[in-house]
C-alpha cells in the first residue's frame, strides 16, 4: 500500500514506516490519545527540531512520552501542550527565538500554571461529555499498520 506524503508529495510503502520500531510506537502512542492532545504533541515534538537535520524517531518517541509524564491528567498535558505551541511559534514569528527546544521546562511551568488555575479538570470534563458520543473507528492508517504486523508475525 502507497502513502502519498502530505509535504512533499512523494510517494511511499506503508511497509516502510513499520519497519522502524520507534516509529510504530509513536504511532501507537498518538493512536490512543484523544485528538486535542495527539496534534499538538505532534507540533510539540516538531519544536525540537533544527533547521537543518530531521529529529530520529527515538527521540521523538522518548520526549512525547516525557511530555505526557508531566501530569496525570491527559486533558492538562494537552492544554498545555497547545499553549506552549503557540507561544513558541508567536516568539519564532517574530524573530524572538528561532533556535530549537532543548528540554521540557517551558511545558513544566504551563503544566503548572494551567493545574494551578484548574484548567485540567475543566478540560476533563468536556471530555468526558465527547466520550459519551459514539467514536468513529480508529484511524485508517493504524489499521493498517496493525494488520500488517500480524501479517509478518505469521
Same mark, same amino acid.
Not at 56 to 74: N, S, T
Given at each position: 500500500?502507497?502513502?502519498?506524503?502530505?509535504?512533499?508529495?512523494?510517494?511511499?510503502?506503508?511497509?516502510?514506516?513499520?519497519?522502524?520500531?520507534?516509529?510504530?510506537?509513536?504511532?501507537?502512542?498518538?493512536?490512543?490519545?484523544?485528538? !486535542?492532545?495527539? %496534534? *499538538? /504533541?505532534?507540533?510539540?515534538?516538531? #519544536?525540537? @527540531?533544527?533547521?537543518?537535520?530531521?529529529? =530520529?524517531?527515538?527521540?521523538?518517541?522518548?520526549?512525547?512520552?516525557?511530555?505526557?509524564?508531566?501530569?496525570?491528567?491527559?486533558?492538562?498535558?494537552?492544554?498545555?501542550?497547545?499553549?506552549?505551541?503557540?507561544?513558541?511559534?508567536?516568539?519564532?514569528?517574530?524573530? !524572538?527565538?528561532? %533556535? *530549537? /527546544?532543548?528540554?521540557?521546562?517551558? #511545558?513544566? @511551568?504551563?503544566?503548572?500554571?494551567?493545574? =494551578?488555575?484548574?484548567?485540567?479538570?475543566?478540560?476533563?470534563?468536556?471530555?468526558?461529555?465527547?466520550?459519551?458520543?459514539?467514536?468513529?473507528?480508529?484511524?485508517?492508517?493504524?489499521?493498517?499498520?496493525?494488520?500488517?504486523?500480524?501479517?509478518?508475525?505469521?
Amino acid at each position: 500500500m502507497d502513502i502519498r506524503c502530505p509535504c512533499c508529495h512523494s510517494t511511499f510503502g506503508l511497509e516502510h514506516v513499520t519497519e522502524d520500531e520507534a516509529l510504530r510506537e509513536m504511532m501507537a502512542l498518538l493512536a490512543d490519545l484523544p485528538r !486535542e492532545v495527539s %496534534r *499538538p /504533541l505532534v507540533a510539540y515534538v516538531g #519544536l525540537f @527540531r533544527g533547521k537543518t537535520r530531521a529529529t =530520529a524517531y527515538e527521540r521523538q518517541l522518548r520526549l512525547a512520552r516525557e511530555a505526557l509524564e508531566l501530569a496525570g491528567d491527559v486533558s492538562l498535558v494537552g492544554a498545555a501542550l497547545s499553549e506552549t505551541v503557540e507561544a513558541i511559534r508567536g516568539k519564532r514569528d517574530n524573530g !524572538e527565538d528561532t %533556535r *530549537p /527546544l532543548r528540554n521540557h521546562n517551558y #511545558l513544566k @511551568r504551563v503544566v503548572e500554571s494551567l493545574g =494551578a488555575r484548574g484548567v485540567g479538570a475543566v478540560q476533563s470534563g468536556a471530555m468526558v461529555e465527547r466520550e459519551a458520543a459514539p467514536q468513529r473507528p480508529a484511524k485508517g492508517v493504524m489499521r493498517a499498520l496493525q494488520a500488517m504486523e500480524r501479517g509478518r508475525q505469521s
